[in-house]
């Protein structure tokens, strides 16, 4: 008389017997010799995971499991051609006059020849007007091991009749330096708000330019807030451009 297999899903034979077994994963019986290892990715191969399971308990190795495996630099041309990205880069003032020839060689001077100083540096444009891209809500907070938006405590914050320099003082050391840079908004007048390099003048006062001159007078309020700051600047520079609301 025949009866029903209580072995699940393996196959009984008495002419062809095979071992049964239950999988690691989803817990049936099968035959044995169905039941396969599982092997996912660890490091640079695969690794037998030691589980066999059944065919449709199989998984396909997660390949995000895998190490990244960087290929070899590729090897360097001969005679490259690499731009100028220096004077790419570089917006330079130069002459704008008709050509003229100089008196002694006779050599013509084009309308477009550099403006450079007596040190033979050239002179770029200075980038003025309305900030743009500079917020003081997106400082970032630290940078390697470098904190910023750090706040700053300022004694007092003032600005002298017909200059644009603006005076920040402190009750004790501020520890930044030169060409460090400050986010400050909600002084009284809103023409010295922004972000600016400073200039450190003593351990507990340093100053900072902005780009139309403010009426003299105490800037700090009470709801002044000023931070530590870093962004990036254009190509050559070392303070940030002067920018502003123009007069």
Not at 38 to 66: E, M, W
Not at 111 to 139: M, Y
Not at 209 to 227: D, E, H, K
Request: charged share 10%; proline share 7%.
């Amino acid at each position: 008389m025949g009866y029903a297999s209580q072995l699940g899903r393996a196959s009984i034979s008495s002419r062809n017997p095979r071992a049964a077994a239950q999988c690691d994963r989803c817990g049936f019986i099968y035959n044995h010799h169905q039941l396969q290892w599982q092997f996912d990715y660890a490091g640079a191969g695969l690794i037998n995971k030691r589980i066999l399971v059944c065919n449709p308990c199989l998984d396909t190795p997660q390949a995000q499991l895998r190490s990244i495996i960087l290929p070899a630099d590729p090897v360097p041309i001969m005679n490259p051609r690499v731009q100028d990205y220096a004077a790419a880069e570089t917006d330079n003032i130069a002459t704008n006059a008709p050509t003229v020839t100089d008196f002694w060689t006779g050599i013509p001077v084009p309308s477009t020849t550099d403006i450079v100083t007596q040190d033979g540096q050239n002179v770029t444009t200075q980038v003025v007007g309305k900030p743009t891209g500079l917020d003081q809500n997106a400082v970032m907070p630290l940078l390697n091991q470098s904190h910023y938006r750090v706040v700053l405590s300022p004694l007092s914050v003032t600005s002298q009749t017909g200059t644009s320099t603006i005076t920040v003082t402190f009750s004790s050391a501020h520890g930044l330096s030169t060409n460090d840079q400050i986010a400050v908004e909600g002084l009284t007048d809103n023409n010295a708000d922004g972000i600016y390099s400073v200039t450190v003048t003593t351990a507990t006062a340093f100053t900072y330019q902005v780009n139309n001159a403010i009426p003299a007078g105490g800037l700090l309020q009470g709801t002044t807030l000023m931070v530590t700051a870093l962004v990036g600047l254009p190509y050559n520079y070392n303070q940030i451009p002067l920018t502003g609301p123009t007069t």
